[in-house]
């Protein structure tokens, strides 16, 4: 009997030590067939004019080639479905009633436009699945990679070609002002749905990003907080303000129906913030602009801090606080129940600087800034 026991345990660590071993060699061991990004689609369709056609099919043979996604290139006037319009100078993308996720530009090498240093690609992804955008754009990042798609289009010599180098599993560093954060993050959760990128995030305060700089730190961008909407400059950076978000009380359309509020007055109003938005809230004062009611009310407020921007709407919602101030956020605005006062003279700017020797320069200073300033169509 002893030696039965003894034989179980050693046969049990024995398989411990083994599926250890797997684990270690194998990381991606019996991870999930149906995980959304392992995902691919099998075929795109793309709308390209005549001018691009030669070039776009030489890409997508290599694509094809590369990653076994088939590219069915489809007539200029084509009616059919499409992932992906491809155009050149003054023409204009072709419309059949399809909603574009994204639409950018794309600037061309010199020498293969007869020296027009304006030439540019204008693309317009189309919404079709997830698993089909997220190619669709994957395939734009590979056709305007100077060294893949655009070496189709470059000249023997040309070595400045102003695309991003190809990365095929691309996870930029971001290091993010912990401030600016909770308002930014449904855009860089869609910017990693649409664009398939996913992006590694250093969260932390002022102080932390003014270390990282100092060190001279490996990142690819950086995401802070500035009051005035002015441009930053940070030395062997790209930086641009993203455009100004206007900041907003958020109160129940019928405050009568607040949990909490009908039927007897709160001595002092609960204020719900997002936690650790030290702009635009910590000052009390409002202009002569803003309703006297509300001001008064905020004026002698207690402040609630909540986690990110969904935790304040529900506070909101159900009366854990009677005001909220927050940038103003797509789902705050679409909802029927709430009344929303702008903060007169209170905006919020996001800036993003981007390393200029980055592998993913162009994507971002382009495709995130896009995201981040909500100009997607």
């Keep these: 009997m002893r030696w039965g026991n003894g034989f179980l345990l050693v046969f049990f660590l024995g398989m411990v030590a083994l599926l250890t071993c797997l684990r270690i060699l194998y990381p991606n061991l019996g991870a999930r067939a149906d995980d959304s990004w392992s995902k691919r689609a099998s075929s795109l369709s793309v709308v390209c004019s005549p001018a691009e056609r030669a070039v776009v099919r030489q890409v997508a043979n290599a694509y094809e080639l590369e990653y076994g996604v088939r590219i069915d290139l489809l007539a200029w006037d084509s009616r059919k479905r499409r992932d992906l319009a491809i155009g050149s100078g003054g023409i204009e993308l072709p419309e059949v009633g399809d909603e574009a996720v994204s639409r950018f530009t794309v600037p061309l090498p010199v020498a293969a436009t007869n020296a027009d240093p304006g030439a540019l690609w204008r693309l317009a992804v189309y919404s079709n699945s997830e698993h089909s955008c997220r190619e669709t754009h994957r395939f734009v990042r590979y056709l305007t990679a100077r060294d893949r798609g655009l070496t189709y289009v470059s000249s023997p010599g040309i070595s400045d070609l102003p695309g991003d180098l190809w990365v095929e599993d691309p996870k930029p560093l971001l290091v993010v002002d912990r401030a600016s954060y909770p308002f930014i993050l449904p855009e860089l959760k869609r910017f990693e749905t649409t664009e398939g990128i996913r992006l590694r995030l250093l969260v932390g305060p002022q102080a932390f990003i003014d270390k990282k700089i100092a060190e001279g730190g490996e990142f690819d961008a950086i995401i802070g907080l500035e009051e005035s909407g002015q441009e930053s400059s940070i030395p062997g950076f790209w930086s641009a303000p993203v455009p100004g978000r206007q900041v907003v009380c958020l109160t129940l359309n019928d405050r009568s129906q607040q949990p909490g509020v009908a039927g007897e007055s709160q001595p002092t109003t609960r204020l719900g913030i ?8 910590a000052d009390r004062r409002f202009s002569a602009g803003q309703s ?52 007169p003279n209170r905006q919020v700017y996001v800036a993003l600087s981007v390393r200029e020797s980055s592998d993913y320069r162009r994507v971002l200073a382009q495709r995130l800034f896009a995201k981040l300033s909500l100009s997607e169509p």
């Design 292 to 343: 006297r009611t509300l001001a008064q009310e905020i004026g002698r407020s207690t402040v609630v801090s909540l986690g990110d921007p969904g935790k304040l709407l529900g506070a909101v919602l159900t009366g854990e606080v009677d005001v909220g101030m927050a940038v103003a956020w797509p789902e705050a605005l679409s909802d029927s129940r709430l009344k929303l006062e702008p903060v």
């Design 274 to 281: 997002i936690a650790n938005s030290r702009m635009a809230f």
